[in-house]
């Protein structure tokens, strides 16, 4: 059943969108999906406030160096440098408290710099372009994928690369008990269809694409 026009789509616009899942437990959210882009988002209302949202990444697990999440890191790290050279430069596009990715890439040899609207608000590094930007773990977090995704691609230069990880939904997940909706402050769920969508409207190639792992390139 087609949902009012409060509930556009935040990626594709489309008023197209139907009530898809309601939590009975927990943070009792709603969540709507796309008939166009095929993205699943969180209901409007039951999104975070900024102080909230905020205290959650503060309370992430990830503020000390470890071979865990070192391991964990690679695994976008390492696709992403198979396009670039020592002479690229990158920016971290929601660097978090610890912005572990950053020093992993400089020890490497590369030159990167760290952007986050919480922990590192310099706007500044907005403005500039880059053949490089790492999104590791924050699109599911993006309240206005449009907005979010419009500004990734601003920053790009043409042929830059820009390496997204997420968890990509598949059909055979079952939503309700999917652990990474668990997290109330992941609000966007892609598909490889969401993916594709996102590919042409922004002049992006899809380079790679895995279950956990989206690499594009910027071509136009």
Known sequence: MPISSFNICPLCESESTNHYFKEENGHQRTFLRCKTCDLIFADPKNLLNTEIEKSRYESHNNSQRS?????????LIDPVKKYITKESKGLDFGSGPYPMLIELFK????????????????????KKMYEFVTCCEVVEHFNRPIDSFRLLCSLLNTNSILGIKTTLFKEEIEFKNWYYKNDDTHVSFYSKITIDWIAKKFGLKVLEIEDRLVIFQKIS
């Open 67 to 75: 071979k865990g999440y070192e391991s964990f890191l690679r695994t």
């Open 107 to 126: 020890e490497d040899g590369y030159e990167i710099e760290g952007y986050d609207p919480f922990f590192n608000p310099k706007t500044s590094l907005l």
